[in-house]
T-cell receptor
Framework: SAVISQKPSRDICQRGTSLTIQCQVDSQVTMMFWYRQQPGQSLTLIATANQGSEATYESGFVIDKFPISRPNLTFSTLTVSNMSPEDSSIYLCSSRGGDYSYNEQFFGPGTRLTVL | GQQLNQSPQSMFIQEGEDVSMNCTSS?????WLWYKQDPGEGPVLLIALYKAGELTSNGRLTAQFGITRKDSFLNISASIPSDVGIYFCAPPGATNKLIFGTGTLLAVQP
């Protein structure tokens, strides 16, 4: 399976600040995604990170709040902007394709964010 | 939107017992993926199913792609303490993006 790392693994942030989460995949992949998992909940897709173009956001998520970059086929960042306590969640990076079956999708370990 | 209901919501069993869980939907899917999420970790892909009626095993895990294509089942035989976690079904939807089920929390008593 693809090996995905995320930095930071966890952080505690103050209200109104922003945090950028990095995601690195060990091989070139076709697609990269960002998910949010609120406490005790399932995973919700935030956006698809597109290489060389703007990310595609799901309903309820906007670029101003969650800017995303994907400068190449192995790396992406998600920024959580102007944070509030409601943004406290686990943020997960995911990839599909490349050296692996397009039907199989892999996940990073997640970034646990707490906003005070 | 599409909804995936997993049952049971949680299970508390003794080590050595067999486990069965399922995922049902009102929509038809062409692929079913099953994931396990350990506490503090990201989901790990367990089994992928590509054909209606397909039965696939991965060690003590066996998953089936329902014949109606609206459901899938996961069985764990002879459970052990490290089976603890949350199990998610996650078929790709019409736009090929994964749709995650509500999850089944499994606790195993040694």
């Amino acid at each position: 399976s693809a090996v995905i790392s995320q930095k930071p693994s966890r952080d505690i942030c103050q209200r109104g600040t922003s945090l950028t989460i990095q995601c690195q995949v060990d091989s070139q992949v076709t697609m990269m995604f960002w998910y949010r998992q609120q406490p005790g909940q399932s995973l919700t897709l935030i956006a698809t990170a597109n290489q060389g173009s703007e990310a595609t956001y799901e309903s309820g998520f906007v670029i101003d709040k969650f800017p995303i970059s994907r400068p190449n086929l192995t790396f992406s960042t998600l920024t959580v902007s102007n944070m509030s306590p409601e943004d406290s969640s686990i943020y997960l990076c995911s990839s599909r394709g490349g050296d692996y079956s397009y039907n199989e999708q892999f996940f990073g370990p997640g970034t646990r964010l707490t906003v005070l | 939107g599409q909804q995936l209901n997993q049952s049971p919501q949680s299970m508390f069993i003794q080590e050595g017992e067999d486990v069965s869980m399922n995922c049902t939907s009102s929509s038809i899917f062409n692929t079913w993926l099953w994931y396990k999420q350990d506490p503090g970790e990201g989901p790990v892909l367990l089994i992928a199913l590509y054909k209606a009626g397909e039965l696939t095993s991965n060690g003590r895990l066996t998953a089936q792609f329902g014949i109606t294509r609206k459901d899938s089942f996961l069985n764990i035989s002879a459970s052990i303490p490290s089976d603890v976690g949350i199990y998610f079904c996650a078929p790709p939807g019409a736009t090929n993006k994964l749709i995650f089920g509500t999850g089944t929390l499994l606790a195993v008593q040694p």
